[in-house]
């Protein structure tokens, strides 16, 4: 098959994973016989400097018309002080919102042979811990109005949170469908005691509830889910959330992995196009230091191969290779353990590269 991948590498420890995502996805094209073509887009900061835009109109113009999109991380303190209009992140959540990213999946997966380097003790990881985050991408405070104006005297800040039904009902579905393709539970995160929204999410999740009786639906307030993902999270089979709570809980979840480093995620439109991404941020203190954590982002290449080109049993060989590669002791410092052999960005990639054969 050919395809056509727009990549975002961005800014900080970005262009150094992106690279090793490429090497592992021209691996499996050797392999298997396909063609991935890349063009390169700038994004985040990196765009700023060049074009004085987080993103071009081009650039904007290549994600919609490619066969799926890469992204490595963006932002940094250097453009901490722009305007909120040319944030870095602002580029990121308008990519989402035009190529219609509503659906953001954010696996939090341990692997047995990091269980050590969890934060949390043996007996409370179990012996793993397999979740899965359903998080709404292109609504609710993220997408409401944005102000801040002089009243009386003093600022005063507005961000507005609106959730229509349609927006609720479609990640309803994406959350049930996915939880009947694994272990059937669904936990549907809101703050229902306190919003409108969450009322409102509440009530078309449970009319959803009642299309797929095979599913255990709970209903959960975020500050519980906060707690209970720390107390006991192998309860959790599928969560579903609106944006927010979603953007805090899978950094939350991702601790009990061990390492941020390691989260894959994939972002989903009505159709096959989706962008790809780790869920970690562009870690400048570390950045073109050949130190950062590639896997995070060779595990969203191998989402892309499952979800947008419906390559799984390629998916499944990225996914095995990083098993394998774990297996034999490699680490990265951020997931390194006594007696494990530390190793670089570029080594990792080779790594994983190569145990694709
Ligand atoms: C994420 C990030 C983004 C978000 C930022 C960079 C805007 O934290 O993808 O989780 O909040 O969605
Ligand atoms: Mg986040």
Request: proline residues 4%.
């Amino acid at each position: 098959m050919e395809k056509n991948i727009t990549v975002l590498p961005g800014d900080g420890i970005g262009p150094e994973i992106i690279r090793e995502a490429v090497k592992v996805l021209d691996r499996i094209g050797e392999k298997f016989g396909h063609s991935f073509h890349y063009t390169y887009v700038d994004i985040g900061g990196c765009s700023i400097d060049k074009y004085g835009v987080p993103i071009t109109e081009e650039g904007m113009e290549l994600c919609k018309s490619a066969d799926s999109v890469l992204l490595g991380a963006v932002g940094g303190p250097k453009w901490d002080d722009c305007p909120a209009e040319i944030r870095p992140e602002k580029a990121l959540l308008g990519v989402r919102k035009a190529l219609g990213l509503f659906a953001n999946l954010r696996p939090t997966r341990l692997f047995p042979q990091l269980a050590d380097t969890s934060p949390l003790k043996r007996e409370i990881v179990g012996d793993g811990i397999d979740l899965l985050i359903v998080r709404e991408l292109t609504g609710g405070v993220y997408f409401g109005g944005h102000s801040t104006e002089e009243k009386d005297g003093e600022l005063v800040a507005t961000d507005i949170m609106p959730y229509s039904e349609h927006e609720i009902e479609r990640i309803g579905r994406v959350a049930f469908e996915t939880a009947m393709k694994r272990r059937k539970r669904l936990a549907s995160v809101d703050k229902a005691n306190v919003l409108d929204t969450s009322r409102l999410w509440r009530k078309v999740m449970h009319r959803l509830s009642e299309e797929y009786p095979e599913v255990e639906y709970s209903d959960v307030l975020v500050d519980n889910t906060a707690m209970q993902l720390i107390k006991n999270p192998t309860q959790f089979d599928v969560l579903v959330t609106e944006n927010m709570f979603g953007d805090i809980l899978s950094d939350e979840a991702s601790m009990l992995t061990g390492s941020i480093g390691m989260m894959p995620s994939a972002s989903l439109s009505e159709g096959t196009l989706g962008m790809y991404e780790p869920i970690h941020g562009s870690a400048p203190d570390i950045a073109g230091q050949n130190l950062a954590n590639p896997l995070g982002t060779i595990l969203s290449a191998a989402m892309m191969l499952r979800y947008s080109f419906d390559m799984a049993k390629e998916a499944d060989v990225i996914e095995e290779a990083v098993n394998a590669v774990l297996d034999q002791g490699y680490r990265t410092g951020d997931i390194l353990q006594e007696g494990c052999k530390k190793v670089s960005c570029s080594e990792m990639g080779d790594l994983v590269a190569a145990q694709i054969g």
